[in-house]
């Protein structure tokens, strides 16, 4: 845990953050300390809790070393791709798509079913079936390891939220120019047999 100084900077950084976007909450969140490979297609996650606002305060500058865990999915319908253009309010990647949904694993709570609150939430649509996991992977940028699951054909239409300022079902070859650097990484993980 940051001390002395440090810890006025994080309260100031934080209090600037609750000022800019009031949606921002301190929670507790997961703080990975490492990930080790199996070697067999699995991974064990070394985690502890903290303060959510640790991970959001920081920057390229102010680095806590903070790792946060992510979860995200793979959405698909038939042989496309739910994608999502990052609205402005966000804290990474404002205006950048990805794949649809996203979010923060909290303390307590099992990743898919912050994956199914996520798809509700960010674009309306649920969960026909249990989500698949497929991946773990790291996004150095947001700071983050990302449990990466497969949703196949959700039941609804999707809306836009607060979260994306649009939505669109991409086939691969549609794919928006302007992807999040997390979204580039995942596309190698698009399934290949569709939804």
């Known amino acids: ?16 953050l609750c000022d800019s976007n009031p949606a921002y909450f301190d929670g507790r969140a997961y703080h990975i300390l490492g990930v080790n490979r199996n070697g067999c297609g699995g991974a064990v ?19 806590l070393g903070v790792m946060g865990l992510g979860v995200k999915g793979f959405t698909i ?11 402005q309010s ?31 939430q960010e674009t309306r649509l649920t969960t026909s079936s249990d989500p698949m996991p ?8 947001a700071r983050t390891w990302e449990l990466i699951y497969l949703l196949k054909n ?10 994306y300022s649009q939505l669109r079902w991409c086939a691969r070859n549609e794919l928006p120019n302007d ?4 979204a580039q990484t995942m596309i190698p993980l698009w399934p290949t047999s569709g939804g």
Request: glycine fraction near 8%; include cysteine; proline fraction near 9%.
């Open 1 to 16: 845990m940051p001390q002395g100084n440090v810890l006025d900077e994080v309260d100031r950084r934080w209090d600037a």
């Open 45 to 63: 996650l070394h985690i502890i809790e903290c303060a959510y606002r640790f991970y959001a305060v920081q920057t390229e500058e102010f680095d």
């Open 77 to 87: 319908r038939g042989d496309r791709a739910l994608m999502g253009r990052r609205s």
């Open 90 to 120: 966000v804290g990474v990647y404002p205006d950048q798509w990805e794949f649809a949904p996203g979010g923060v694993v909290e303390p307590g709570k099992e990743p898919v079913d912050i994956l199914a609150d996520e798809l509700h």
């Open 134 to 141: 497929i991946a773990v992977l790291c996004d150095p940028i």
């Open 154 to 163: 959700p039941q609804g239409e999707a809306q836009t939220t607060p979260e």
């Open 179 to 182: 992807l999040s650097p997390i």
